[in-house]
């Protein structure tokens, strides 16, 4: 079973700081997605990467995919209130589902 | 565009009771996906099907639990008899397919919540 190890659990912060999440495995994904999840909601898909490697920006926010495709980080930059959520990380692999991590639950303080 | 839509939002019951959950997958995905959240262990998948046929049920959790799909806009997800540990968020997704397998971005409903007290 390909598990997806999300860290921290849990993240309370000052608006204003920065901060990192990270996604780890020790199997190697084709692609990897981070989704958001509010109060109530289902999870909505931020990004998808792809290659090793891989940097994307989403206004504040920077994904990274690890060069060996085994691991992934978010980092958000000046975050804000409405940035508080329940952030998932997925892995894809060949014709399986997608692997959910349980996520890391972040609260932003004003 | 209409998301995925599921039904109810909330259910209430008692121990023994059967419960059916509901979803309107978006409009022409190939993929529905019925999952479990709960605090202890995340998002579960339970099963999956591709163009209305069950393809991997492993994460149902017990016999009690089925789930069918009779056509391409309605799936059902059904618990009898319910028991407490039942008590969780149960989403419903559907997804496209751009790409091979059933690894592309899902699209996820808003959830229901069920109590089994």
């Known amino acids: 079973t390909q598990l997806l190890k999300q860290s921290p659990q849990f993240l309370s912060i000052q608006e204003g700081e920065n901060l990192t999440v990270y996604c780890n495995s020790s199997?190697?994904?084709?692609?990897l997605q981070w989704y958001r999840q509010e109060p109530g909601e289902g999870p909505v898909l931020l990004v998808t990467v792809v290659t090793g490697g891989e940097v994307k920006k989403l206004k504040r926010l920077t994904f990274q995919f690890g060069d060996a495709r085994k691991d992934s980080s978010l980092h958000i930059t000046a975050a804000q209130t409405g940035d508080t959520g329940l952030y998932l990380c997925a892995g894809a692999s060949g014709n399986t589902p997608l692997v959910f991590g349980k996520g890391t639950r972040l609260s932003v303080i004003a | 565009d209409a998301g995925v839509i599921q039904s109810p939002r909330h259910e209430v019951t008692e121990m023994g009771q059967e419960v059916t959950l509901r979803c309107k997958p978006i409009s022409g995905h190939d993929y529905l996906f019925w999952y479990r959240q709960t605090m202890m262990r995340g998002l579960e998948l339970l099963i999956y099907f591709n163009n209305n046929v069950p393809i991997d049920d492993s994460g149902m959790p017990e016999d009690r639990f089925s789930a069918k799909m009779p056509n391409a806009s309605f799936s059902t997800l059904k618990i009898q008899p319910s028991e407490p540990r039942d008590s969780a968020v149960y989403f419903c997704a559907s997804s496209s397919m751009p790409y091979r397998g059933p690894t592309q971005p899902q699209h996820f409903g808003d959830g229901t919540r069920l109590s089994i007290l």
């Open positions: 199997s190697v994904f084709s692609s």
